[in-house]
Every structure is written in structure tokens, then in C-alpha cells.
């Protein structure tokens, strides 16, 4: 079955450090993948998406992730964070022709000042 | 980037009444929407697909005739929550697609509480 796997469910990172959350999925085909950031009770925006080419993509504050097939994975890195960094992460996968995406079960990012 | 609008952002119904959501794509045409479900600290739940034009296809579990979904133009889609009760109170969230652009874009979220 096609899934999406976010093995952190909350990490606390200082205000200055590096960050990579983790994601993995299962899928027979070739995925769209896709990383969105959700503040409290706001909706989701996309940070980055990967859908083919270059596998290091390049998002927005400051953020990337790096497809890696062979490990299935797809982790978010940002080499500083910020303290308004902190909020739910969610790493999100489709395959061309799909309808509908699937969702991790998200990180929750806390920054420490 | 393109802009989809969800509102209300918050509502406070009365249990055993009905409350609508919009969602409303600003920019583009919204051939595919997608209502999702989010309980507190948890991941998104694809409660329905819709499409413009046709009725809405459900996720399994989700009751159509709770979650009455009408897509009936290319910038707008409704969820009607019929006979609210308290364990409706949820976050909705809606989100859009255009054509066969694999990417979606998300309303702010509809803040429902039931009393």
C-alpha cells in the first residue's frame, strides 16, 4: 500500500542549528513529493516539491530537500533556523495521474531561543 | 503562486444545526478540489474529491450525506456539515488543483466547533 512515513513526530533544535526532518515513502511508481509547513490553525503552504531533474531542490526560507530513491526518502534540511521556523511540518506524495495526495503524519518543530 | 480562499475561518454552531464552508480559487480554474479533515495534532484525512461539474467521490468512512460537497463551478466548492454534532468539531481544509497540474493548493483552514 502506498504510504508516507514521517518517523519524528516533534523535534526541538536551538534558534542558530541545523535541521533535517525525515520522510519516507512507499510507492511502485515514480513519486511526486512535496513538503508543506503549517503554523497553528492556519492551512498549509508549500515550502518545495520535487517532480523530476536535479534531486537537491531548493524551496523557500531557505529550505531543501534532497530526493534519494534508493533510500526511498526525501528529508527537509535548513542549515539555520529561525525562531519562526517552528510550526508542523508535512511531507506529502503523489504519482502523475493520481488524484489525490497522501500525507505524513507530520513533524512538529519547536525552536529553543 | 496561486490563491485559494476558505471562509469562514472560524465557526461556532449549535449542535443538531448545518454550517457551510467555502472555498473559493482566486486566480485559477479549480477543475479538482479536495476537502480534508484535521484533528488536533494530527495529519490531513482526504475526506472527498470533487470535481466540477460531477458529484464528489468519498473517502471510505466519510458519510456523503454529513459531508454534502457541491463543486458546481471552476472557483468554487462548498461542505456542508448537515446536522452538526459535536464530534464534527474539526479543522477543515480545503485545497485545489487546476487541469492536470499535480499540484494543489490550501485554503487557510475552517476552525469548526460545535456546541
Known amino acids: 500500500a502506498q504510504s508516507v512515513t514521517q518517523p519524528d513526530i516533534h523535534i526541538t533544535v536551538s534558534e542558530g542549528a541545523s535541521l533535517e526532518l525525515r520522510c519516507n515513502y512507499s510507492?511502485?511508481?515514480?513519486?511526486?513529493l512535496f513538503w508543506y509547513v503549517q503554523s497553528p490553525g492556519q492551512g498549509l503552504q508549500l515550502l518545495l516539491k520535487?517532480?523530476?531533474?536535479?534531486?537537491l531542490v531548493q524551496g523557500i526560507k531557505g529550505f531543501e530537500a534532497e530526493f534519494k530513491r534508493s533510500q526511498s526518502s526525501f528529508n527537509l534540511r535548513k542549515p539555520s533556523v529561525h525562531w519562526s521556523d517552528a510550526a508542523e511540518y508535512f511531507c506529502?506524495?503523489?504519482?502523475?495521474?493520481?488524484?489525490?495526495?497522501?500525507f505524513g503524519q507530520g513533524t512538529r518543530l519547536t525552536i529553543n531561543p | 503562486g496561486a490563491v485559494v480562499s476558505q471562509h469562514p475561518s472560524r465557526v461556532i454552531c449549535k449542535s443538531g444545526t448545518s454550517v457551510k464552508i467555502e472555498c473559493r480559487s482566486l486566480?485559477?480554474?479549480?477543475?479538482?478540489m479536495f476537502w480534508y479533515r484535521q484533528f488536533p495534532k494530527k495529519s490531513l484525512m482526504l475526506m472527498a474529491t470533487?470535481?466540477?461539474?460531477?458529484?464528489?467521490?468519498?473517502e471510505q468512512g466519510v458519510e456523503k450525506d454529513k459531508f454534502l460537497i457541491n463543486h458546481a463551478s471552476l472557483t468554487l466548492s462548498t461542505l456542508t456539515v448537515t446536522s452538526a454534532h459535536p464530534e464534527d468539531s474539526s479543522f477543515y481544509i480545503c485545497?485545489?488543483?487546476?487541469?492536470?497540474?499535480?499540484?494543489?493548493?490550501f485554503g487557510q483552514g475552517t476552525r469548526l466547533t460545535v456546541v
Open positions: 485545497s485545489a488543483r487546476q487541469g492536470a497540474s499535480t499540484e494543489a493548493f
Open positions: 510507492y511502485g511508481a515514480t513519486p511526486y
Open positions: 520535487y517532480f523530476s531533474g536535479d534531486t
Open positions: 506529502a506524495v503523489t504519482i502523475q495521474g493520481a488524484q489525490k495526495l497522501v
Open positions: 486566480d485559477f480554474q479549480a477543475t479538482t
Open positions: 470533487s470535481n466540477e461539474g460531477s458529484k464528489a467521490t468519498y
